[in-house]
């Protein structure tokens, strides 16, 4: 993974809606991406230049070639996970999201075109990007280099992209400089990215640890962003990896056990019967982790 940028180093406004980039992200997929979904205001656009695979929104799974466009936006559980023989590479830019204050609380008025690009975003997949893929190679190259005025560049190249994006979801059937998040903001993107990447040890100690708050606090966010305990969470994270990997014939239970941090094949298979009412080897066995 090559984190091209990353807390929110770029900011920029477009129509009424203030936009932040959490992370710009290239990568060379030999991995799997377990289920998961981010906060609210938290959207992600995904671009696959080269390879294949495949990605699940929702309930819904679609393979993934080179050229293809989705997004992702909050609360929308996806999963994404490679071909073996040809790993797919993707530009990711994950954004937040905010609306300006720009009219009366009791004034309503029609979302504007980018407004309705983000209603639509968890059904918005293009099987090719057009016009949005070369921008978004600039938009990496531009940050990568960083030539002067790249900032200015790249938030003009950020617009450029909502827009085009913008304009191919119409036509389907049917500010400038730094900003940082503030702890409260920045708390759900480093419980987001803690459950999802680092399930196989994740305690509690530390997530606190990362958050300046202390597990009792760290459990009430928890509860309150989630609505789930941090054991809930963890547990949720492990068993989602866990049906990824078992649809890779090629890893044996006893990898796979060790792979999300249990002592034990025993504690695994315990954990995986009464999580999803089957055992390991039995959803193998099944076919169901092949459709995956």
């Known amino acids: 993974m090559q984190i091209i940028c990353n807390k ?23 991995r799997s991406i377990p289920s998961h979904s981010h906060g609210a205001g938290s959207y992600e656009i995904h671009y696959i230049s080269q390879g294949a695979g495949f990605a699940q929104v929702e309930e819904k799974v679609r393979p993934l070639r080179a050229g293809c466009l989705y997004i992702t936006g909050p609360h929308i559980q996806h999963a994404q996970w490679p071909e073996p023989a040809d790993p797919m590479c993707e530009y990711c830019i994950y954004l ?26 968890p059904s918005l997949f293009l099987e090719n990007a057009g016009e949005a893929g070369p921008i978004i190679r600039r938009l990496f190259q531009e940050i990568q280099e960083e030539q002067p005025g790249c900032e200015i560049y790249a938030e003009s190249l950020l617009k450029q992209l909502l827009v085009t994006l913008a304009r191919n979801g119409e036509s389907q059937p049917a500010g400038q400089g730094r900003a940082f998040f ?17 399930y196989h040890r994740a305690t509690l100690q530390e997530l606190s640890a990362r958050l300046s708050l202390s597990p009792r606090q760290t459990e009430r966010l928890i509860k309150r962003h989630y609505g789930k305990t941090f054991q809930q969470k963890k547990l949720e994270g492990r068993m989602e990896a866990a049906l990824l990997l078992l649809s890779d ?7 796979i056990s060790e792979e999300l941090g249990y002592s034990s094949i025993e504690h695994f298979s315990g954990a995986f019967r009464r999580y999803f009412q089957v055992s390991p080897g039995q959803y193998r066995r099944s ?3 092949q459709r995956r």
């Open 287 to 289: 076919g169901l982790a």
């Open 8 to 30: 929110g180093s770029l900011f920029f406004s477009a129509e009424d809606l203030a936009f932040t980039v959490v992370h710009l992200v290239y990568e060379e997929f030999h």
């Open 249 to 255: 014939s090629q890893k044996s239970i006893t990898e």
């Open 96 to 121: 937040k999201v905010r609306r300006q204050k720009t009219r009366a609380p009791s004034q309503e008025a029609p979302a504007s075109l980018i407004g309705r690009l983000l209603e639509q975003a």
């Open 182 to 198: 503030s702890p409260a903001e920045e708390a759900p993107i480093i419980m987001e990215e803690y459950f999802l990447y680092e």
